[in-house]
């Protein structure tokens, strides 16, 4: 807990104890706090800021008209006139609004500021006379405020007053006088007095405000008077302000109401193509489903934004009835209403959707299918799977590829032959690609289970195929499946080997370390190589830290080339024994080595000095002073510190 705190807390205990001392402090059971009458003592007292500032906050929740004088006393204090206003403010005495008149006259600068914003907050409707005038007065920030209040305030006199000011105010008060009628609209249509509220945002309409002030007039007067609220917004949407049909759409779509959906529906047709689109926007927005037949009918629009409006609200609220239309758009010449299809058919909710897009694939083009594929299986529909291993049997072939990338995703143990069948007939290389992902998705997910699939798919399979199978064995795994690999590292086609090598290094259990030994003992160089990396890398998984050392040691040996021996490095620093580190420490005068030793070496000591903490030293030292790298040599100096 930092000073400030502690020292806020000390102060704190200090003041309670003291007014407890005097007698001051009410106590009870449910609430521990200072009464009225202590509060105001504090507020009369020679306390400092930060204790009349809670009796302030204490006030505001407890205080009565008693403490009233003693408040209004302190509006004109600059510390502390936003703490009193902010106690004052909720509390339901007209004494308070007195005090805040009263205080007009006394207080300047931003104290007067905020008392105007309270007063404005109240809604003193008496104070209205004691504003007007500062309207013009050479205050910015007074005049400002003086607007706002007469705004929230939102009597007919206060209204006529920021009107009849509207020229005579400063250019820099008009923003805050615009702002203040905009606000009184709004409280009168909150007061359920939209009648008061319309002329104002009739007038505000006219031209000669700015836009925004216009925007939310017309916005105020569409809430103000409910009962014409359709008409105004279908006239918008047919006039040729940009931004008033965007805001009518926005409307549209925050209010509801079927019978006013109606009306929209039976204009959309009526109106230009800007506002069609937009109107279009609106409806999608305010998901009304009983628009969705002329939304329907506006897909078929020959103008491009009405058009692409339609198929993104079809896509909102359409239904299973729409998805033959829009899967036509699927293939569209248009690649926004392409793309507008497939989002819409994506995001389409409603029974018998997927069912619907199911029964589509087989009634359009190749492309078209293969884009009903991806959405069936981006839906996680019940109907992907067996559709696309329907499809696997399309004549066409991009739809068989993207068919088994839905199995790819979503297939399992008994999709798995049909797949192996897919990657036996392909004849493509894309295609044979994605056979090959597919199946080994599946044996990845499926485990043990597909070993028998795999071995009976080798049953006649040409040699790319064979070699996919092969891989397929790694990715299930296992003690069972790398028999057949081993088999195949004997095989008479020099390809067959090849893979069976390939696979065998990448193994990722343990099972699989002596026949990679053996590999990198071999006199052939690829064999050598692939056998002494998976080697190396299964050494980092096994448990036991002697076995781990002996085979380490065993492929220092083994490893030929500077590329081998900086794996094995690698690998001795996440083993931090002694003997790691002998070993390390014999190429740290190697300058090829240097590197790859000392990194490792830092690892080990960093482990090892729990136990050796001499021995670790040492070596983090040795490290210091051989190695040229000033990267290592931070992180040995960094290490070394620890045990200092």
């Known amino acids: 807990m930092n000073a400030k705190i502690w020292k806020s807390i000390f102060i704190t205990v200090l003041y309670f104890t003291a007014m407890l001392a005097c007698g001051q402090v009410s106590i009870t059971l449910a609430d521990e706090t200072l009464n009225e009458t202590a509060l105001i003592a504090v507020l009369k007292s020679d306390a400092g800021w930060l204790e009349k500032q809670a009796a302030c906050r204490d006030l505001r929740r407890t205080g009565t008209a008693k403490s009233i004088p003693v408040l209004a006393a302190l509006l004109l204090d600059e510390e502390l006139s936003h703490m009193v206003r902010y106690a004052l403010e909720p509390m339901p005495y007209p004494e308070v609004d007195q005090a805040l008149r009263d205080a007009l006259a006394e207080t300047t600068g931003m104290p007067k500021v905020g008392v105007i914003i309270s007063i404005g907050a109240r809604r003193d409707v008496h104070a209205v006379a004691l504003l007007v005038p500062l309207l013009k007065g050479t205050e910015m920030d007074v005049a400002r405020a003086a607007a706002g209040a007469l705004g929230r305030i939102a009597t007919p006199e206060a209204i006529k007053a920021l009107f009849d000011f509207r020229s005579a105010v400063p250019r820099a008060v008009r923003p805050a006088l ?41 916005r105020g007067l569409v809430y103000a008077q409910p009962n014409r609220a359709q008409d105004r917004l279908i006239k918008a949407l047919g006039g040729n302000v940009p931004l008033f049909r965007d805001m009518a759409a926005q409307i549209i779509a925050e209010t509801t109401g079927a019978d006013a959906t109606k009306l929209y529906a039976d204009a959309l047709p009526k109106l230009p193509t800007d506002g069609q689109a937009a109107l279009l926007r609106g409806l999608a927005d305010r998901k009304d489903p009983s628009a969705r037949p002329a939304v329907a009918k506006a897909i078929h629009s020959s103008d491009k934004q009405v058009k692409l409006a339609a198929v993104k609200a079809l896509g909102v609220i359409g239904s299973a009835v729409d998805v033959a239309t829009l899967a036509e758009l699927l293939v569209s010449d248009d690649d926004d209403i392409a793309h507008a299809a497939k989002a819409g058919l994506t995001t389409m909710q409603g029974e018998g959707v997927n069912s619907a897009i199911a029964a589509a694939v ?47 995703v979503l297939g399992g143990e008994e999709q798995a032959p049909v797949v192996v069948a897919a990657l036996k007939k392909a004849v493509d290389s894309s295609e044979r690609a994605a056979a090959e992902k597919a199946l080994g998705a599946i044996c990845s997910r499926c485990g043990d289970n597909m070993l028998p699939v795999v071995l009976d798919g080798m049953n006649g399979a040409n040699l790319e195929s064979r070699i996919v199978l092969l891989g397929a064995l790694g990715r299930i795994g296992g003690s069972k499946a790398i028999k057949p690999v081993l088999a195949a590292l004997n095989d008479s086609n020099e390809q067959i080997n090849d893979e069976a090598v390939r696979v065998l290094s990448n193994w990722s259990t343990l099972e699989a ?37 002996r085979m380490l040691t065993k492929a220092m040996t083994l490893a030929k080339r500077p590329s081998e021996m ?57 490290v210091i002073k051989k190695c040229k790298d000033e990267g290592i040599r931070k992180s040995a100096r960094k290490t070394l510190s620890i045990f200092k």
């Open 566 to 622: 900086k794996l094995v490095m690698a690998a001795l620093g996440t083993l931090p024994t002694e003997q790691s580190l002998n070993m390390l420490l014999l190429h740290l005068d190697d300058e090829e080595m240097r590197n790859e030793a000392a990194s490792a070496i830092v690892e080990v000591a960093a482990e090892l000095g729990k136990k050796n903490k001499t021995r670790a030293v040492d070596a983090l030292r040795s």
């Open 178 to 218: 615009a702002e203040g009628l905009l606000t009184a609209g709004q409280r009168f249509v909150q007061d359920g007095k939209g009648h008061l509220a319309a002329p104002v945002y009739q007038n505000l309409l006219e031209s000669s405000w700015p836009m925004h002030v216009r925007m939310g007039a017309f």
């Open 362 to 408: 087989p009634n359009v083009a190749p492309a078209s299918r293969v884009h009903l594929l991806e959405l069936l299986a981006n839906r996680k529909a019940e109907q992907a799977v067996p559709m696309a291993v329907n499809s696997l049997k399309d004549t066409n072939v991009s739809v068989r590829i993207e068919a088994l990338r839905t199995l790819t």
């Open 513 to 549: 370390v002596p026949y990679l030994l053996e590999l990198a003992q071999s006199d052939k160089l690829s064999r050598h190589v692939l056998g002494l990396r998976g080697y190396i890398r299964l050494v980092r998984t096994e448990p036991s830290t002697k076995k781990k050392t």
